[in-house]
């Protein structure tokens, strides 16, 4: 069995509103216009039947991704503590070596978002954090070499 990755409810739902809405409203849509397009006789220089068949395909296989990927992830609520660090959970740390800080929600692969400060769990140094505690020194690999930072504050999400 597949171990399922996790998502937030924000995510889960973002996910489903853009399949709902390829479903019942592009796709629809889209077929039309290649129905309309096809009516219009020879199909093989027709650029608006080429390019509706092209558009239906890449709508199909966004929505084949989709149900996948909602198939393949579990929603995981917000900690209850902010002890160490969890999935969901507000972290702020700073880079031992330039004494930067830095400020990050640790998030599914799906909502990752390194400009706005959301890194997945899963990326090296979210997996690095998960489970330390505020003092608590960390070290991760980057292209660039090894990375280590210290865990100043912890908090839940707003």
Sequence with gaps: ???KEWISAEGYTRLEDEYHRLIKVERPTVVQQVAD??????????AEY???KKKMREI????KYLA???DRVEMKMPPLHVETVDFLSMVEVENLETDEIKRFQIVGPDE?????????YLSPIG?????RKVDDDFEFDTPAGKRI???NSINLTA
């Design 1 to 3: 069995m597949v171990k």
């Design 37 to 46: 397009a096809a009516a219009e006789g020879d199909r093989s220089e027709n």
């Design 68 to 70: 996948q990927r909602m």
């Design 149 to 151: 930072y210290c865990v």
């Design 50 to 52: 080429i390019y509706g």
């Design 112 to 120: 990752s978002d390194v400009k706005l400060g959301k890194i997945s």
């Design 60 to 63: 199909d296989r966004r929505l």
């Design 127 to 131: 997996k690095a954090m998960m489970g």
